[in-house]
């Protein structure tokens, strides 16, 4: 079936022209190593933790040396009337609204959906989708409602359970293994108490509850549901966690920030799971540290993220950065080049190499040297690229900041609160993410009145 609808698709861009950009202007897809633009700009998510320096900008000015490349970060919009500390990137929402069009964004793909509804980027041509793993491609344009497709996957950041194997050894536990229930994970958590420091800490809340599909919003009856078997099994597991956690906080401080990635990597924790990228304080990623674990000497290894005990058994949603460009590009030929060759063999290969997962469709052929520039080196590497079912995200997960500091919450909460958390945390759910529906609403119709 791939074989055939690549086929279609490479016989009907052969016939129309030798390329040709979403309005059916041509140009010369050959001509790839020459730009038109002095300078391109280009937004970038901070908020995934991927570097652009060495992700896009090293090989972008190798390649086009007589274009300026401008990098703006952006972060994802923060929690409903909060302002997390040292939020100093401006958020997304914002930049759409008043800043001057990039010519090419580079974002978390939970994002999509809101900018295909606020009719916020040009479609782009199926001919670069062709050397773009298939599935993935698929899954990018279901999003839009007619199936167009708005993005292409740049990458997929890994997530999985990482541990110490020294601090394993010394309490004499087996280490984890691929395919663990997060049952098991707390049983083996349970096993390797000692002192004050949790044996484990998590910071993918938001992928934990992608694996149950869980849904809290209902766009009929514009409800929040908060009684279903999904919701009370993920709470369940959070709420059995609470016992593990020392560090406690009360309501009045939830939003305080503390650093639970710094136990792990000190060598006083036992597991973490976790992405290799991600946000600085909301979704901190592994490599973010990897300076700090090579100074501490920590020995880790990688299993794959737990699952849930049910018949499903899935990973984690996909998180994903995507590459698109805006409507209002000025320069969009030149910025399809550029997306071309950021999807190129030559750049994913390179980008795997430092931990990023190539989309692309002979990604196999460069999968044993993923994460070989990195602490991954020498790693159970392939725990992070097994493939299989996964979960899927609902509308909510843009809110990516409020999804992982209420579910934070149930694990951290100090033990007075614990019969009544996970009403607490559904009553800080239900306000926050009501208002910003709202806001959300708002801001497509806003969108679309200026385009």
């Given at each position: 079936?791939?074989?055939?609808?690549?086929?279609?698709?490479?016989?009907?861009?052969?016939?129309?022209?030798?390329?040709?950009?979403?309005?059916?202007?041509?140009?010369?897809?050959?001509?790839?190593?020459?730009?038109?633009?002095?300078?391109?700009?280009?937004?970038?998510?901070?908020?995934?933790?991927?570097?652009?320096?060495?992700?896009?900008?090293?090989?972008?000015?190798?390649?086009?040396?007589?274009?300026?490349?401008?990098?703006?970060?952006?972060?994802?919009?923060?929690?409903?009337?909060?302002?997390?500390?040292?939020?100093?990137?401006?958020?997304l929402l914002e930049m759409m609204r008043s800043e001057p069009s990039p010519?090419?964004?580079?974002?978390?793909?939970?994002?999509?959906?809101?900018?295909?509804?606020?009719?916020?980027?040009?479609?782009?041509?199926?001919?670069?989708?062709?050397?773009?793993?298939?599935?993935?491609?698929?899954?990018?344009?279901?999003?839009?409602?007619?199936?167009?497709?708005?993005?292409?996957?740049?990458?997929?950041?890994?997530?999985?359970?990482?541990?110490?194997?020294?601090?394993?050894?010394?309490?004499?536990?087996?280490?984890?293994?691929?395919?663990?229930?997060?049952?098991?994970?707390?049983?083996?958590?349970?096993?390797?108490?000692?002192?004050?420091?949790?044996?484990?800490?998590?910071?993918?809340?938001?992928?934990?509850?992608?694996?149950?599909?869980?849904?809290?919003?209902?766009?009929?009856?514009?409800?929040?549901?908060?009684?279903?078997?999904?919701?009370?099994?993920?709470?369940?597991?959070?709420?059995?966690?609470?016992?593990?956690?020392?560090?406690?906080?009360?309501?009045?401080?939830?939003?305080?920030?503390?650093?639970?990635?710094?136990?792990?990597?000190?060598?006083?924790?036992?597991?973490?799971?976790?992405?290799?990228?991600?946000?600085?304080?909301?979704?901190?990623?592994?490599?973010?540290?990897?300076?700090?674990?090579?100074?501490?000497?920590?020995?880790?290894?990688?299993?794959?993220?737990?699952?849930?005990?049910?018949?499903?058994?899935?990973?984690?949603?996909?998180?994903?950065?995507?590459?698109?460009?805006?409507?209002?590009?000025?320069?969009?030929?030149?910025?399809?080049?550029?997306?071309?060759?950021?999807?190129?063999?030559?750049?994913?290969?390179?980008?795997?190499?430092?931990?990023?997962?190539?989309?692309?469709?002979?990604?196999?052929?460069?999968?044993?040297?993923?994460?070989?520039?990195?602490?991954?080196?020498?790693?159970?590497?392939?725990?992070?690229?097994?493939?299989?079912?996964?979960?899927?995200?609902?509308?909510?997960?843009?809110?990516?900041?409020?999804?992982?500091?209420?579910?934070?919450?149930?694990?951290?909460?100090?033990?007075?609160?614990?019969?009544?958390?996970?009403?607490?945390?559904?009553?800080?759910?239900?306000?926050?993410?009501?208002?910003?529906?709202?806001?959300?609403?708002?801001?497509?119709?806003?969108?679309?009145?200026?385009?």
């Amino acid at each position: 079936m791939k074989g055939i609808y690549h086929l279609i698709i490479f016989l009907s861009a052969f016939l129309l022209l030798s390329a040709c950009d979403t309005k059916g202007e041509k140009f010369d897809l050959d001509d790839d190593d020459k730009l038109v633009a002095e300078q391109l700009v280009i937004w970038w998510d901070e908020g995934t933790g991927v570097p652009h320096k060495s992700f896009a900008e090293e090989s972008l000015s190798n390649k086009f040396p007589n274009t300026t490349f401008r990098f703006t970060h952006f972060r994802a919009p923060p929690p409903h009337g909060l302002l997390p500390v040292g939020y100093s990137s401006p958020n997304l929402l914002e930049m759409m609204r008043s800043e001057p069009s990039p010519d090419l964004i580079v974002f978390d793909t939970r994002f999509l959906s809101l900018m295909i509804e606020a009719d916020y980027l040009e479609p782009i041509s199926d001919t670069y989708g062709l050397e773009m793993d298939y599935d993935i491609v698929t899954e990018v344009r279901s999003v839009a409602p007619d199936f167009v497709l708005y993005a292409l996957p740049f990458g997929r950041i890994a997530e999985g359970l990482f541990y110490n194997k020294t601090y394993f050894d010394m309490m004499n536990v087996p280490y984890p293994r691929d395919g663990m229930t997060w049952d098991e994970v707390i049983e083996l958590a349970k096993a390797l108490k000692r002192g004050k420091e949790s044996p484990i800490y998590i910071k993918s809340y938001d992928s934990m509850a992608s694996q149950l599909s869980l849904r809290w919003y209902d766009p009929e009856t514009e409800q929040m549901n908060f009684e279903s078997d999904e919701w009370k099994e993920l709470t369940r597991i959070l709420v059995e966690m609470n016992d593990l956690v020392e560090y406690r906080v009360t309501f009045a401080d939830i939003n305080s920030i503390r650093d639970l990635f710094l136990p792990f990597v000190k060598g006083e924790s036992a597991m973490v799971v976790s992405p290799l990228f991600g946000h600085q304080s909301q979704k901190i990623g592994l490599l973010h540290y990897e300076s700090s674990l090579m100074f501490w000497g920590v020995d880790l290894d990688i299993a794959s993220f737990p699952v849930f005990d049910n018949e499903y058994r899935l990973r984690p949603a996909d998180y994903m950065l995507g590459i698109g460009i805006p409507k209002k590009s000025a320069n969009k030929e030149d910025a399809l080049k550029v997306l071309r060759h950021l999807l190129s063999h030559e750049v994913q290969s390179e980008n795997s190499r430092k931990g990023l997962i190539s989309m692309r469709a002979d990604a196999d052929m460069f999968a044993d040297e993923f994460g070989s520039s990195t602490i991954l080196a020498g790693k159970s590497v392939k725990s992070l690229l097994s493939g299989g079912p996964k979960g899927e995200r609902d509308q909510v997960y843009e809110f990516i900041n409020t999804i992982n500091t209420s579910l934070e919450s149930m694990v951290t909460m100090d033990d007075i609160w614990r019969d009544t958390v996970v009403e607490k945390v559904q009553g800080i759910l239900r306000e926050r993410i009501m208002n910003m529906l709202s806001d959300r609403k708002l801001f497509i119709e806003e969108m679309r009145e200026k385009l």
